[in-house]
């Protein structure tokens, strides 16, 4: 069976969600949504997809296409969602799931009630060293696992919508706090978080933005365990992706940026890359393989085999949520200067309100 794919946005994730899927056997991207019709077109035609629109509803009408992936700004993460999940389309959404743990419940409940899957998109929990990484704990190589950490930061994101914190719903911990958050959560299983302390700041973009730059979240997980999620957009020098597993026997550190990277030097800059940030002039780290070695060609072949042969797929809209709700917690905390336990509930019309409100 082949999986006809729609993607939704013309952007950044697009591209990597593109890519990835353009080397998953069983899968055909067939279309392309974006309101700026000569970004879809452009987009579109540098991926070889035969369809375009300006309006995704108009995409998900008919027997177009089986699948999605919603790879668009934040804020419209949760209608595209809904409006999938009523016309009957499976849902891959992209970190972070949605503004507020409202939307990720209704999100849930409907993909769940038309009898599609909701996956939610991490690609972290895919990339090939992490999942080394997960392995060797799994398999006991490092002892009794306590510590956690997960480290992505670079000098800005790529999207001038991500500074504008009406559609991010937040800064540097929404963007990518996600991410670090995720993968904590996936290394220690079944283990929940049972409380979350964070420390947020705005240091070098105040600018541009009224979100925080650094976020530093500390979690708390059921038996002993820490998480730590730590990120930047005010890191100079480059980008640095790293995740570090402690045990009682051992340690394993993975560096997702440099480990099989090229040293380039480069006045102009050059084409697309994931882990740069805001530019590729100077010195970077140019990736072999980039969409395989961050897991997005894993990630879909993934989201493509479960919409083949049904079943719960790796990270479900559940896991969405409970990242988003450690979120909202870890801004909760930054804001009141004290660990806030877990659940948490909170009727935020953003995450980031709970860090700004007056």
């Not at 919508?161 to 009406?166: H, T």
């Not at 993968?183 to 929940?192: I, L, N, P, T």
Request: charged residues 20%; aromatic residues 8%.
């Amino acid at each position: 069976m082949t999986v006809r794919v729609g993607i939704v946005g013309s952007g950044f994730a697009a591209s990597l969600h593109a890519q990835g899927l353009r080397q998953v056997p069983g899968a055909e991207i067939v279309a392309a949504a974006s309101p700026n019709a000569e970004h879809a077109w452009v987009f579109a035609r540098s991926f070889g997809i035969s369809h375009t629109f300006v309006d995704y509803k108009d995409m998900l009408r008919g027997d177009l296409v089986d699948a999605i992936t919603v790879a668009c700004p934040n804020d419209l993460h949760y209608e595209v969602t809904q409006a999938a999940a009523a016309a009957g389309k499976h849902v891959l959404v992209e970190k972070p799931m949605a503004l507020n743990l409202s939307q990720c419940d209704s999100m849930i409940r409907a993909c769940r009630e038309a009898g599609v899957i909701l996956m939610y998109g991490e690609n972290l929990c895919f990339a090939p060293k992490y999942v080394r990484a997960k392995q060797l704990a799994d398999e006991g190589a490092l002892g009794d696992v306590h510590y956690v950490r997960q480290l992505e930061s670079h000098e800005g994101p790529h999207s001038d919508w991500l500074w504008d914190v009406e559609r991010s719903g937040g800064g540097v911990l929404m963007d990518m706090g996600c991410h670090s958050i995720a993968y904590c959560r996936w290394v220690f299983g079944d283990a929940k978080v049972e409380s979350v302390s964070a420390e947020l700041g705005r240091f070098v973009h105040g600018e541009r933005t009224k979100g925080e730059d650094h976020s530093l979240v500390t979690m708390r997980f059921t038996g002993g365990g820490i998480g730590v999620a730590e990120n930047s957009w005010a890191r100079a020098g480059g980008p640095d992706d790293r995740a570090e597993i402690y045990g009682s026997k051992g340690l394993t550190v993975a560096d997702l940026t440099r480990g099989s990277s090229l040293s380039t030097y480069s006045e102009p800059g050059y084409g697309y890359a994931i882990e740069q940030g805001l530019g590729t002039k100077g010195w970077t780290w140019t990736a072999l393989e980039e969409a395989w070695s961050d897991g997005y060609v894993q990630e879909m072949a993934h989201y493509v085999e479960r919409v083949q042969e049904g079943g719960q797929p790796a990270l479900s809209g559940e896991d969405g949520r409970a990242v988003l709700e450690i979120i909202c917690a870890a801004y909760r905390s930054a804001r009141a200067g004290q660990r806030v336990r877990l659940p948490f509930q909170t009727d935020a019309r953003r995450p980031i309100d709970l860090w700004l409100e007056k």
